[in-house]
């Protein structure tokens, strides 16, 4: 349809960056992620709170540090979990 755009994005190679899974927990209690292309806030879906990730992985991260995280964001970190 407008080959002159084709034309400016044949030379380029597709770039696909790094893609982030973002863990988040809102003081209300509520726990999600969600996956960005950037390590960035999200609003609550239960009370619309803006909330920074407690933890973002670009897929380097392993459960068990991820878990880790989680225990200190919520506050159940025990020494018998370490």
Partial sequence: MYPELDQEN??????????????????????WQDTHSCCCNDHCPVCNKEIEPYISDDGSLTTRKIDKAYQIASGSNSSANT
Avoid: H, I, Q, R
């Fill in 10 to 31: 044949s030379d380029d190679t597709e770039y696909v960056g790094v893609m982030w899974t973002n863990y988040y927990l809102c003081v209300c209690g509520e726990e």
